[in-house]
């Protein structure tokens, strides 16, 4: 799927060589087991916020203030490549959410 036609250079998320097929279940697998663990935060006076769970953010309440911890991070890979083009004068878009050839699986 091609988000934006008129810029045939795009690539999918598929051609990118993600495949949610695989991922999905490997996501599900990780949140229960990171679920197991969320009542340890009451012993140190947080809690979580469980609408949190398996969003962008995942947020703790720790009392005067919330945490919030992001792991997908498509939206920081954009600054880290503004930041890049600034340092550099060239551009890092072309490789965000982009699997390199050499970290595909061969088998």
Not at 76 to 82: G, H, N, Q, R, T
């Amino acid at each position: 799927m091609n988000p934006d036609a008129s810029q045939p250079d795009t690539l999918s998320y598929e051609q990118a060589g993600v495949n949610y097929d695989l991922i999905d279940p490997l996501k599900v697998a990780a949140q229960r087991a990171a679920a197991a663990t969320a009542g340890h935060l009451g012993a140190h006076g947080f809690s979580e916020i469980r609408a949190s769970r398996g969003e962008s953010a995942y947020v703790v309440d720790v009392g005067p203030f919330y945490l919030a911890s992001i792991v997908e991070c498509l939206g920081s890979k954009s600054l880290v490549a503004d930041e890049m083009g600034k340092l550099t004068g060239r551009s890092y878009y072309a490789g965000i959410a982009q699997t390199p050839s050499r970290w595909r699986s061969t088998t």
